[in-house]
């Protein structure tokens, strides 16, 4: 058996204990967009749009080191600051969801899509496209995340769309007078450069 110095073990186990993997994760219910609640001081709606098949899908989070409201560059190393939190989205029907979250930045570091006797879950904790950033007294679209019902026991479908130039008309419709309190903002891990052309284009007519 090799030799392990005491501290070498006692930093293996605070590693561990301090991983966002090793402790079972906080579990939340996403709410309706008309059962907005107030936010905090310190809080912005997390806005989700989901189509999630299976028995019983969700995901898991946790906030990263960063204060900047642009996501991480793709590669660039980071840390996570809290435990991960899980989102059931069990017997959702499709449409747009919202949670209140503290500020700051997020990785969406597993999906669970377990379906009947098949059990699946895709791990996301180091690709950028699944990060995004909560601004308080905002409404933050993070996207749209598919779950595909049909599937084999080795693969199933799961994407997070997050273009809010497709789903942009939509979500000012259906949020109304909230995004005059919590204005509309997305900041995620995948550019959306024709909605950043779009926005510079409304800025430029309205200057004139």
Not at 39 to 55: H, I, N, P, R
Not at 140 to 153: D, V
């Amino acid at each position: 058996m090799p030799n392990i110095s005491l501290s070498a073990l006692l930093v293996s186990i605070l590693l561990v204990l301090c991983s966002p993997f090793s402790v079972e994760a906080e579990e939340f219910s996403l709410l309706p967009v008309s059962d907005a609640p107030e936010l905090g001081g310190s809080e912005g709606y997390m806005l989700l749009y989901v189509d999630a098949g299976g028995t019983a899908p969700s995901f898991e989070f946790a906030r990263i080191a960063r204060a900047d409201s642009e996501p991480l560059p793709e590669g660039e190393r980071f840390r996570f600051v809290t435990k991960p939190h899980k989102i059931t989205l069990k017997g959702l029907a499709n449409g747009f969801y919202l949670l209140p979250m503290t500020k700051g930045q997020y990785q969406i570091i597993r999906v669970n899509a377990p379906h009947y006797s098949l059990p699946f879950r895709m791990s996301t904790d180091n690709r950028p496209e699944w990060r995004f950033v909560i601004e308080p007294g905002r409404t933050n679209y993070i996207g749209a995340l598919h779950i595909n019902t049909e599937r084999s026991a080795s693969h199933v479908e799961i994407d997070l769309l997050n273009r809010i130039a497709m789903q942009e008309t939509t979500i000012r419709e259906l949020m109304g007078e909230t995004l005059h309190t919590y204005p509309l903002a997305f900041h995620t891990g995948y550019r959306d450069d024709f909605y950043r052309d779009t926005l510079s284009r409304k800025n430029i007519e309205g200057a004139q």
